[in-house]
C-alpha cells in the first residue's frame, strides 16, 4: 500500500496536511516585516537562514482571522517550483504517513474558492484536508507581486 507522508498543522479547529517533499522547515514566528498595498493574508517578509521569506498567514486565507498574535503558532516554509514561501498556522502537529486509498478529491473540485485542497485523507478518527503549496502559490492573487518583490530586494542585496 502507498503512503504519502504529509506535515499536519491546524488552522480552526480543523486539519491540513502539507506534503513533506514540499516543506523546507517549521520556524517559529519572529520579526516580519510588513509590505505595504498587499492582500491582507501576505504578513510581509521574514528572514529565515539569511533568506527572505514571504509569510502568508494560513488562518487568514481559510477563516478571515489571523494566527500571528497565537502563541503556538508556527510558520511552515514550502518550496514550490518558482518560490519560497511561509505558511503561518496555529498548529504544526505531527508528520504522519497517509495511506493512498485513504484520499478521496471528490466533492472538492466542485469548489472553485479552494482549488489548491488536492484531497480529503479520510481516517479513522479525522479528516485532513491534503493542501498543493504550487496551486496555492499559483491561484492566490498578489502572489506574483511578493515574489517580484523578493526577487528585487535580492538582487538589489546582491
Known sequence: MENTKAIVVRCGNEEYAIPVEQTVSIEELEKVNPI???PEYLLGLMKIRG????????Q?????????????AKVVV???EGVYFGLLVLEAKEILD?????LTSKGLMAYSKTPYFSSVANLENRIITMIDPTILSDTLAGMDDITNFVEQQVSENV
Do not use: C, M, R
Open 36 to 38: 505595504p498595498h498587499l
Open 78 to 80: 514550502v518550496q514550490t
Open 60 to 72: 487568514q486565507i481559510l477563516y478571515g482571522n489571523s494566527a500571528k498574535d497565537d502563541p503556538n
Open 98 to 102: 497517509i495511506a493512498t486509498d485513504t
Open 51 to 58: 533568506e527572505l521569506v514571504p509569510i502568508l498567514d494560513f
